[in-house]
C-alpha cells in the first residue's frame, strides 16, 4: 500500500448541503409566531418552513436591528418610481390603527389600491418606511374582549359616573376614585399548563361561555362603591 507523502496530499472533497431561500412572506409569517404568538424560533420554523438554524438567525437580526427591518433582504430591492409621501405615510397610520394585526402584504395591497400612483414597491421598503417615519413596530397584541368595549356596557359606565357624581354626599375631587372595570368569567382558565415532555398540554372547555361579571368600582377612604352585572354568553 503506497503511503501518501506530504508533498502530495489527499484531494477532500467538499460536498455542501442544500440552499433554500426564503421569501418575505415566509420570514414575516415566522416574525408574527415569535413576537405575537410567543413561540419558540425553532417551533415557529417548523410551522413555516424555515430550518432552526435559519429561523433562530432570523429572529436575532430583527431583534437586534433597531429599525425592525425584516431580515433576509439583501437580494437587490425593488426601486420605487417615487418616494412614500407624508399622505401615505397618514394612510398607513389609518390602517394600522384600524387594523393592527395587518400582516405587510395586505398594508401594501390597501396602501396601492388608495396610491395606484406608486407602484412597483417592495415588502421590505413598505415594512421600512412607517418603522422610521411614524415608529411603527411589530409587537405582541394586546387582546382586548369585545364586550368591554361594547356600547351598552359604555353607556351602563357612564350612567353609573353620572349617579355617582350627582351624590353630594360623595366628594370625588378629594376622597373618592376610580379603578376603572373589572371582570372575570365562571370558566376562565389558566393559559399554561404541565404535561409529559413531547405531548401537549390540553383542557377541556364547556361548550358555552358561562356568566361573565362585570365589576365597575370606586374607592374612598370609607370602602367601595360598585355596581356589579352578570351576563350570560353562549
Same mark, same amino acid.
Given at each position: 500500500?503506497?503511503?501518501? #507523502?506530504?508533498?502530495?496530499?489527499?484531494?477532500?472533497?467538499?460536498?455542501?448541503? #442544500?440552499?433554500?431561500?426564503?421569501?418575505?412572506?415566509?420570514?414575516?409569517?415566522?416574525?408574527?409566531?415569535?413576537?405575537? /404568538?410567543?413561540? #419558540?424560533?425553532?417551533?415557529? /420554523?417548523?410551522?413555516?418552513?424555515?430550518?432552526?438554524?435559519?429561523?433562530?438567525?432570523?429572529?436575532?437580526?430583527?431583534?437586534?436591528?433597531?429599525?425592525?427591518?425584516?431580515?433576509?433582504?439583501?437580494?437587490?430591492?425593488?426601486?420605487?418610481?417615487?418616494?412614500?409621501?407624508?399622505?401615505?405615510?397618514?394612510?398607513?397610520?389609518?390602517?394600522?390603527?384600524?387594523?393592527?394585526?395587518?400582516?405587510? $402584504?395586505?398594508?401594501?395591497?390597501?396602501?396601492?389600491?388608495?396610491?395606484?400612483?406608486?407602484?412597483?414597491?417592495?415588502?421590505?421598503?413598505?415594512?421600512?418606511?412607517?418603522?422610521?417615519?411614524?415608529?411603527?413596530?411589530?409587537?405582541?397584541?394586546?387582546?382586548?374582549?369585545?364586550?368591554?368595549?361594547?356600547?351598552?356596557?359604555?353607556?351602563?359606565?357612564?350612567?353609573?359616573?353620572?349617579?355617582?357624581?350627582?351624590?353630594?354626599?360623595?366628594?370625588?375631587?378629594?376622597?373618592?376614585?376610580?379603578?376603572?372595570?373589572?371582570?372575570?368569567?365562571?370558566?376562565?382558565?389558566?393559559?399554561? /399548563?404541565?404535561?409529559?415532555?413531547?405531548?401537549?398540554?390540553?383542557?377541556?372547555?364547556?361548550?358555552?361561555? /358561562?356568566?361573565?361579571?362585570?365589576?365597575?368600582?370606586?374607592?374612598?377612604?370609607?370602602?367601595?362603591?360598585?355596581?356589579?352585572?352578570?351576563?350570560?354568553? $353562549?
Amino acid at each position: 500500500m503506497d503511503e501518501i #507523502s506530504e508533498s502530495d496530499p489527499m484531494e477532500i472533497e467538499t460536498v455542501r448541503g #442544500s440552499y433554500r431561500s426564503h421569501n418575505l412572506e415566509q420570514i414575516q409569517e415566522l416574525l408574527d409566531l415569535v413576537v405575537e /404568538g410567543g413561540l #419558540s424560533a425553532r417551533k415557529a /420554523g417548523m410551522m413555516v418552513g424555515i430550518v432552526e438554524r435559519t429561523a433562530q438567525h432570523y429572529v436575532k437580526l430583527y431583534r437586534d436591528d433597531e429599525e425592525k427591518r425584516l431580515p433576509g433582504t439583501r437580494k437587490p430591492r425593488i426601486k420605487c418610481h417615487m418616494k412614500l409621501e407624508p399622505q401615505h405615510t397618514d394612510f398607513l397610520c389609518t390602517f394600522y390603527g384600524e387594523n393592527p394585526e395587518a400582516v405587510l $402584504w395586505q398594508a401594501r395591497e390597501s396602501l396601492l389600491q388608495a396610491f395606484p400612483e406608486i407602484k412597483p414597491i417592495s415588502l421590505s421598503g413598505h415594512h421600512k418606511h412607517p418603522v422610521q417615519h411614524a415608529s411603527l413596530t411589530l409587537k405582541k397584541l394586546e387582546r382586548v374582549v369585545t364586550a368591554k368595549a361594547a356600547h351598552n356596557n359604555l353607556n351602563l359606565r357612564k350612567e353609573r359616573v353620572i349617579e355617582w357624581k350627582a351624590d353630594k354626599n360623595m366628594d370625588w375631587e378629594n376622597r373618592r376614585v376610580f379603578i376603572d372595570e373589572a371582570g372575570f368569567n365562571m370558566h376562565i382558565r389558566r393559559n399554561f /399548563g404541565r404535561s409529559k415532555q413531547g405531548t401537549p398540554a390540553k383542557t377541556l372547555l364547556p361548550s358555552n361561555r /358561562g356568566i361573565t361579571v362585570t365589576i365597575i368600582c370606586a374607592i374612598c377612604e370609607k370602602g367601595c362603591s360598585f355596581e356589579e352585572k352578570k351576563e350570560e354568553r $353562549w
